[in-house]
T-cell receptor
Framework: AQKITQTQPGMFVQEKEAVTLDCTYD???????LFWYKQPSSGEMIFLIY??????QNATEGRYSLNFQKARKSANLVISASQLGDSAMYFC?????????????FGDGTTLTVKP | ETGVTQTPRHLVMGMTNKKSLKCEQH?????MYWYKQSAKKPLELMFV???????ENNSVPSRFSPECPNSSHLFLHLHTLQPEDSALYLC????????????FGQGTRLTVV
């Protein structure tokens, strides 16, 4: 079973609008971390935001926020006030503390295009 | 700048060549990883090193040979590659005991001709 599912291969958003990128995950480990990365066309993977499984509050980092719904096992990324520079591939990832040797498991990614 | 440096950034090599990719981190991390990212394919984990010991080899062909001389450096030695090995190779590091993010290098874009 896939551990990280990103159901949106591609998304479009108008500049200055908000967009939500979906991510669902599957784990039986009670302790895990969820991460979002941005990969521009240059190839580097840029860490955006982190949510721990025991965190009570949704994580926020500037224009990025993570809508964490633990019971539904979803960790959607919300980008507010989209900018042209947000056009990139976005990956959701998970690290399980007690299983999987602490490795990160990545989803297939969502390509976001911001339109002017 | 994430603290993980990969060299070279771009590499073109023939199928009979031998080359090496280098990754260096000075973040105090004790786990390092090689990932392969082919066009229109998901990120594939190739190798994992924890405390310099290889703990995972995800059925990677022997023409890829990793080396981790210490916890700060990771190499990927390449020999007799195939054109389908052309991809972006990403190195990452993390702290094994902490549930924090992995930091990635900028990648080496490899083309095998």
């Amino acid at each position: 079973a896939q551990k990280i599912t990103q159901t949106q291969p591609g998304m479009f958003v108008q500049e200055k609008e908000a967009v939500t990128l979906d991510c669902t995950y599957d784990t039986s480990d009670p302790s895990y971390g969820l991460f979002w990365y941005k990969q521009p066309s240059s190839g580097e993977m840029i860490f955006l935001i982190y949510q721990g499984s025991y965190d009570q509050q949704n994580a926020t980092e500037g224009r990025y926020s993570l809508n964490f719904q633990k019971a539904r096992k979803s960790a959607n990324l919300v980008i507010s006030a989209s900018q042209l520079g947000d056009s990139a591939m976005y990956f959701c990832a998970m690290r399980e503390v007690n299983t999987n040797a602490g490795k990160s498991t990545f989803g297939d990614g969502t390509t976001l295009t911001v339109k002017p | 700048e994430t603290g993980v440096t990969q060299t070279p950034r771009h590499l073109v090599m023939g199928m009979t060549n031998k080359k090496s990719l280098k990754c260096e981190q000075h973040l105090g991390h004790n786990a390092m990883y090689w990932y392969k990212q082919s066009a229109k394919k998901p990120l594939e984990l190739m190798f994992v090193y924890n405390f310099k010991e290889q703990t995972e080899n995800n059925s990677v062909p022997s023409r890829f040979s990793p080396e981790c001389p210490n916890s700060s450096h990771l190499f990927l030695h390449l020999h007799t590659l195939q054109p389908e090995d052309s991809a972006l190779y990403l190195c990452a590091s993390s702290h094994l005991q902490q549930n924090t993010e992995a930091f990635f290098g900028q990648g080496t874009r490899l083309t095998v001709v």
